[in-house]
C-alpha cells in the first residue's frame, strides 16, 4: 500500500501532526518520546491537520537511514 510504504517525515512535511496512535503530540520532543515506545515495522497512525481537514494515516515505521562517512588521513 502507497500509503503505508511513505516514511513519517513524508507524511508530515505539508501537514500538522497533532497525534500519534491518539496521544497528543507536544513538539518534536514529543514525537521523538512518542516514538521511542515502537520498534522499527510497528504500525502507528498519525494523526494531522491538512488544509483545516484532521486527517489520520497508518505508516510502518522504518530505522534510521545509514550514513555514508568519509574518513581522511592526512
Known amino acids: 500500500d502507497a500509503q ?3 516514511g513519517l517525515g513524508d507524511v508530515y512535511k505539508r501537514q500538522l501532526l497533532v497525534a ?3 496521544l ?3 513538539g518534536a520532543a514529543g514525537v521523538e ?3 521511542g515506545q515502537y520498534r522499527v515495522g ?3 497512525d498519525v494523526h494531522v491537520f ?3 481537514e484532521l486527517r489520520v494515516f497508518t ?3 522504518s530505522g534510521p537511514e545509514a550514513l555514508d ?3 581522511a588521513v592526512g
Open 42 to 44: 510497528d504500525r502507528v
Open 59 to 61: 505508516v510502518k515505521l
Open 24 to 26: 497528543k503530540v507536544e
Open 69 to 71: 562517512c568519509v574518513l
Open 20 to 22: 500519534i496512535d491518539g
Open 33 to 35: 518520546v512518542l516514538l
Open 50 to 52: 491538512r488544509r483545516d
Open 4 to 6: 503505508e510504504s511513505r
